[in-house]
């Protein structure tokens, strides 16, 4: 058989030499030169047609192969091709016969994905349900990789057999549902369901007999056995598991895989009894525990086609609580003990109370409870509904002291045998400079909790005459001068740089101090120092009408005093006046802007600066200044509270910009400039304060209505117009207009009302940059005041009838 095929094979071959040297007219091809692997579908047909229609036979292709140089790596090669081309050739005449007779084409394999489920939360509770259900921890077999010499071949797997050497040969073989794979020229070779290690071995065995050089001592010809595309397998997943069912897996898989796939043992599913079972018989059991938790795999098998994966209801379940590393539901078998189960949870956390477990047991009608001991952890064996619950530590220290306060090292100390209170304050490094020497407290814990002071002298402690022997959990208490006293300050306020509080100190004294507080500032009165003083103890023993002590002082600038206050010393809480000099005033500028020579800021050189001096000083008014429209803008005086209260108050006004809420802060003072100018430092000529604007416009020219007339506008200033001619301008008074309180607002910030008499009404005169008001009556409740003439005229009518009965 082999023979015939490789004398095809040279015909085929003589064919590719044919159509080269027919194709490129070039009779030295060389054969060895000829890539084979290179060659397309439509060359192996071709070269197929070609040897066909020549006729050639196999000893005349042979012969002109072989002599034409063609090696037997190129012939391998060839019978490659040929049988995958073939093969190819006729799937797909198969494939194209099935759909033209309505049969779907096969498709490639598919395996069953995990499905998502709902679990319960007492099956979250069991231990291992994550192991089963993790998105990191997923079982998958693996596909592409080399299978294990343990793999078991089943029906439909691929075998590749590669002979190599002196002869050479490849085949291509599918376990049969026989159970064998037929190697030509040799016959069957039963496989299924024996190792791959064992397969390896039967087959070149075999291979024995029909290549002897593979045999001997010195072989010259070799065999490679390996796996190709392995087919599929189902399982069955069933009892009590999440997602019983029929799965479809790779040839690897595992009990795990399938497993996983079935989402794990449910709330009543066993992790410790799941049987594999195949042809009716059981394989194996798993216990899952073995890997959960000495990472065991042996009984982790490979599962075949058809096999069955059962997992039995759970025998023992108990419930672990409290101080373990893992809490949960966890399986107990047959014979384990309290102490499997305590290796099961990972052991004890670092606060367990390890020397006794409390034992919650079932006994179907009632609870008991044990306390299991930590000798008896191996004897004691579980039941079904056990519940173990392991305690935490007490906050209890069986030979801890410690100490706090005026010690270098404060904290817990160990306490050994004997321990004595001066020994305690020599291992916290002694006492600090400033402990309190009188007292200090032991706070000692009795046998039934309770607290006991006991109270001792820090100096006899230290000297030797009295000393304490220490017992578990005392605390010693030893406090510094400091925490026995109020804090000792004084305080200075006053023209100097830095006023508050600072710390007292022994022999401070006044000058000391006001060097601490940055010194005079420079409107300070210096020969004017008050310092008060609280009174002392024997002072206050009795009920007096004494406050305060008060000492006057009298300093340089050079912080000296003379020889007897410069020995006054302060004590604690002492407070040092540093008043304002009589003669000092701050510095202080008036503005003026508008028609003068010179505008802007003019210091105030003295108390009684007039309008006027500040008008010469700026060189006089212009020709173009407006003189009876000039005003006069003055800060009001406010306290920072009330300035920001009235800011705050004019901000909620949305229509009003930054500069009008600043002007909450100012009014306008009506002036006379003229008159001031006419008669400098006269009753209108008056002072000028600090922040005053004074502003003299240039001259105006218009005249502005508003308020309640139908157009209210700015008119042109006429001196033939009159107040009414310019409310007519604008479209005259409104049908709510006020008239009888017409006012004029002037350019200098005084106004005029409307004056009426027997002989009509009065308006006020109209200068140019003045502003016509016309106020509007208030709007009327035409409903409330027909209810009101009502009720009078209800009350009129019962008084008449009231009279008339009376007069009867």
């Known amino acids: 058989m082999i023979w015939s095929v490789k004398k095809m094979f040279l015909v085929c071959l003589f064919a590719v030499l044919f159509i080269g040297t027919a194709n490129s007219q070039n009779t030295n091809i060389n054969p060895a030169s000829v890539n084979v692997e290179a060659l397309s579908d439509a060359q192996i047909e071709k070269l197929i047609s070609e040897m066909e229609k020549n006729g050639m036979s196999l000893e005349e292709a042979m012969a002109l192969a072989r002599a034409r140089g063609a090696s037997q790596l190129q012939i391998d090669q060839m019978v490659k091709k040929i049988n995958e081309y073939k093969s190819g050739k006729r799937n797909g005449e198969a494939q194209e016969k099935d759909l033209k007779e309505g049969l779907k084409a096969p498709k490639e394999e598919v395996f069953t994905e995990k499905e998502e489920f709902k ?17 990191n921890l997923s079982f998958e077999p693996a596909i592409d990789v080399p299978v294990s010499e343990s793999y078991s071949l089943g029906i439909g797997d691929e ?23 037929t190697i030509p020229d040799l016959g069957p070779v039963h496989v299924y369901g024996i190792s791959f290690a064992k397969a390896q071995a039967k087959i070149k065995s075999r291979l024995l007999s029909i290549y002897n050089g593979m045999g001997g001592d010195r072989p010259n010809t070799f065999a490679d056995v390996s796996m190709g595309s392995l087919k599929g397998i189902k399982v069955n997943v069933i009892g009590e598991v999440n997602l019983p069912g029929t799965y479809s897996l790779p040839a690897t ?6 497993l996983y796939l079935a989402g794990g043992p449910n709330e009543n599913g066993s992790f410790r009894s799941i049987d594999v079972q195949r042809d009716g018989k059981l394989v194996c059991s798993i216990d899952v525990y073995a890997y959960l938790i000495d990472g065991k795999t042996q009984n982790n098998i490979q599962l075949r086609d058809q096999d069955v994966v059962l997992v039995r209801p759970y025998a023992k379940r108990v419930k672990v609580a409290g101080e373990f590393k893992r809490t949960g539901l966890f399986e107990a078998q047959a014979d384990e003990t309290v102490a499997d189960l305590l290796r099961f949870a990972g052991g004890f956390t670092d606060k367990a109370y390890t020397h006794r477990l409390e034992l919650y047991r079932n006994n179907t009608r009632t609870l008991s409870f044990k306390g299991v001991a930590a000798d008896q952890y191996d004897q004691v064996q579980l039941m079904n509904g056990d519940s173990l619950v392991a305690g935490m530590l007490t906050e209890r220290f069986e030979n801890r002291v410690s100490i706090d306060g005026a010690v270098y090292r404060p904290g817990n100390y160990e306490l050994t045998e004997g321990l004595q209170l001066s020994q305690l304050i020599q291992k916290a490094e002694g006492l600090k400079e400033e402990a309190f020497m009188e007292r200090a407290v032991i706070t000692r814990k009795l046998e039934d909790m309770s607290l006991k ?38 305080e200075i306020v006053g023209e100097v740089q830095f006023e508050g509080t600072y ?16 010194g005079f500032k420079e409107d300070a009165e210096v020969a004017g120092l008050e310092v008060s003083r609280v009174l002392d103890y024997n002072e206050t023993s009795q009920l007096t009408k004494s406050l305060l002590h008060t000492f006057q002082f009298s300093l340089d600038r050079n912080l000296k005093l003379n020889l007897e206050d410069e020995a006054f010393l302060l004590k604690p809480f002492d407070k040092v006046y540093v008043r304002r000099a009589p003669g000092f005033r701050p510095q202080g500028a008036a503005n003026i802007q508008g028609e003068v020579k010179y505008s802007g800021d003019y210091g105030i050189i003295h108390k009684n600066e007039k309008i ?63 008159a001031i100018l006419g008669h400098p430092g006269g009753v209108e000529d008056l002072q000028v304060k600090a922040g005053d604007q004074i502003l003299v416009p240039s001259k105006l020219e218009t005249v502005m209505v508003s308020g309640s007339v139908l157009s209210p506008v700015a008119h042109t200033f006429t001196k033939k117009k009159k107040l009414k001619d310019y409310v007519y301008s604008s479209g005259g008074f409104a049908e709510r207009a006020k008239k009888g309180k017409v006012y004029v607002l002037y350019a200098n910030g005084t106004t005029q009302a409307t004056k009426g008499g027997l002989f ?11 502003e016509i008001i016309v106020p509007e009556k208030p709007e009327v409740d035409k409903a409330g005041q027909a209810s009101k003439w009502l009720a009078i005229a209800s009350t009129f009518a019962t008084l008449i009838t009231a009279i008339a009965v009376a007069t009867r």
């Open 253 to 258: 898989a595992s009990a795990f895989n399938a």
């Open 503 to 518: 710390a007292w100190a022994e022999n401070l004294r006044i000058g000391d101090l006001i060097f601490q507080a940055g």
């Open 760 to 770: 009509g009404r009065r308006f006020p005169k109209v200068e140019p940059g003045c």
């Open 612 to 674: 006027s001096d500040i008008i010469r000083r700026a060189g006089g008014i212009t020709s173009e200044a407006y003189v009876k429209g000039a005003s006069l803008r003055r800060r009001i005086e406010l306290s920072e509270a009330e300035y920001q209260a009235k800011v705050a108050i004019a901000a909620q006004d949305t229509t009003m910009t930054e500069a009008d809420i600043e002007k909450v802060a100012y009014q306008i003072v009506g002036i006379d400039l003229t």
């Open 159 to 181: 075998v590749n057999i590669s002979v190599y050497g002196a002869s050479q040969q490849n085949y291509q073989l599918t376990v049969q549902k026989s159970g064998a794979i």
């Open 119 to 135: 679990a319960t939360e007492k099956n979250k509770e069991i231990f291992g349900f994550q192991f089963f259900n993790s998105k």
């Open 453 to 490: 002071a006991i109270s001792f002298s820090v100096r006899d402690v230290v000297n030797g005459k009295i000393d304490f022997e220490l017992q578990k959990e005392d605390r010693i208490q030893i406090s510094s001068i400091f925490d026995m006293r109020e804090a000792r300050t004084v």
